[in-house]
């Protein structure tokens, strides 16, 4: 079975652990050119972001009211996320989604971006909007790195 490399890319792009952040270098080592890499990467990495957004509340209402380790991992969730966040949410507001998305780093990224504006409140519309440009960032950044024109470390 011989999977097209822009799949790969795509669905690589997809999942929580790579996102676009392991895609586009996957991207460059199976031979796709940069452009192509980079749209792949990201519509792959963009389109979780709507399920997630749609679907995290009333999931996390429904399992709450039903199991109570779900209310009790969701109350932590909540706080922890909130606790570690609040500061920068307060301070620069859709900015600091915007650049959390960005950075090419662990644990950021539009996966949990999305739970962070979940958790905040922010508006799906304006949430999609604020993920979509630091996917765009990120994207940049990432694939700079990968053709060697800016050093990532």
């Known amino acids: 079975m011989n999977i ?3 799949f790969i890319v795509f669905f690589s792009s997809m999942l929580p652990i790579t996102e676009l952040r392991g895609a586009i270098p996957l991207g460059f080592l199976i031979g796709l050119p940069a452009d192509v890499t980079f749209i792949y990467a990201i519509v792959g990495n963009f389109l979780p972001v709507f399920l997630i957004l749609w679907v995290l509340d009333p ?3 429904f399992l709450s009211r039903h199991i109570a380790f779900f209310e009790k991992f969701f109350d932590k969730l909540y706080k922890r996320t909130h606790d ?3 500061d920068a949410i307060e301070k ?3 900015i600091f989604l915007i650049i959390f998305v960005a950075i090419p780093l662990p644990g950021s990224g ?3 971006g999305s739970l962070i504006a979940f958790l905040f409140g922010i508006k799906y519309w ?3 909007l604020y993920i979509f440009v630091g996917l765009l960032g990120a994207a940049t950044i ?3 790195g990968s053709m060697g024109v800016v ?3």
């Open 4 to 6: 097209p490399p822009e």
């Open 59 to 61: 999931i996390s209402k």
């Open 84 to 86: 570690k966040h609040l």
């Open 92 to 94: 620069y507001g859709p």
């Open 110 to 112: 539009a996966w949990t």
């Open 126 to 128: 304006k949430a999609l």
């Open 142 to 144: 990432i694939t700079l």
């Open 151 to 153: 050093s990532l470390f």
